[in-house]
């Protein structure tokens, strides 16, 4: 693989007994915690590749179970990359996920995606088969934009599915963001706070939303299932919408209009009290 695709070795060896053991102690609270709250398609992604093998997994050997079941690979970057360099990844079905690991001091908050939030995060729902073709369409989708000046858009669609979306399950909403999985504090803030709003997924609504990088979500959107959100976006040409956007007013990161599908009213408490008047 040529360097210019931002590919290093994730260099396995390398990584201490320090680094293991966090990745370790990240994984056995969360693995206790999502039982019930998460989608059964992500433990079963973890069950299939035998995350739960203790220490930071060896990405070759991932690939190796992934690729059997959905063709996906996952490939060591140092940190993000540009975004063509993304897209062209995932447009090849191509996971890029951090190869360092945060520090001790930092077990629940980072700015920079490691390998806990991108391989325990992101990797398990790419062993579906739905969820798998949905982040290569992802790919392929940001390939065509590139250049139209409308990646504002395209990031909200993956920041509210891909990182904090939420799933209608038969008992309930379930997770399946990899930024809400891999958080402890998230995992239970997006469920069962009363705080944001839960509003079911809507293409347009959700390319026009504002979203928040420094704390927890205002509003998270409910998918019905991986098929419907991939067929959503796969048969859409996104082409007629982004034009009909760029004449529309974004949306405020805790706004319900009255064609919402309203799972929870929030309160928006957790925001305002962070507030600074
Ligand atoms: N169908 C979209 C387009 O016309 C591409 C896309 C597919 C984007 C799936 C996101 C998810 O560009
Ligand atoms: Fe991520």
């Given amino acids: 693989m040529p360097a210019d695709d931002w590919t290093i070795a994730q260099n396995w060896a390398g990584y201490s007994a320090q680094d293991h053991a966090t990745w370790d102690h990240l ?4 693995a206790r915690l999502l039982p019930g709250r998460v989608a059964p398609e992500f433990l079963d992604g973890l069950d299939f590749l035998r995350l739960a093998k203790p220490g930071i997994p060896d990405f070759a050997a991932l690939s190796e179970r992934l690729m059997q079941r959905t063709g996906w690979q996952v490939v060591a970057v140092p940190g993000l990359v540009p975004d063509a360099v993304f897209f062209d990844h995932l447009a090849n079905r191509r996971f890029v996920a951090g190869n360092f690991i945060r520090r001790p001091d930092q077990l629940d908050y980072l700015q920079e995606p490691d390998v806990f939030h991108d391989v325990f995060g992101h990797v398990p729902l790419l062993a579906n088969p739905v969820f798998a073709d949905y982040m290569q369409a992802y790919g392929r989708g940001g ?3 590139g250049g139209l000046g409308v ?3 395209l990031a909200r669609l993956y920041w509210y599915t891909v990182e904090f979306g939420l799933i209608k399950g038969a008992d309930g909403l379930k997770l399946y963001g990899a930024g809400i999985v891999s958080s402890r504090s998230e995992s239970l803030f997006a ?7 839960r509003i079911g997924f809507d293409l347009r609504r959700v390319m026009r939303t504002c979203y928040r990088i420094d704390d927890f979500q205002q509003t998270y959107f409910v998918i019905d299932s991986f098929e ?3 067929d959503a976006t796969l048969n859409t040409d996104f082409g007629p919408i982004y034009d009909e956007l760029a004449l529309t007013d974004d949306l405020a990161t805790d706004a319900v209009l ?4 309203v799972y929870t009213l929030g309160t928006q408490a957790w925001a305002r009290a962070k507030q600074v008047s």
């Fill in 27 to 30: 994984f056995n609270r969360q």
């Fill in 143 to 145: 390939q065509r934009a």
């Fill in 151 to 153: 990646m504002d858009r």
């Fill in 191 to 197: 469920l069962d706070d009363p705080s944001p709003n």
């Fill in 228 to 230: 419907t959100l991939l």
């Fill in 258 to 261: 009255p064609d919402d599908t």
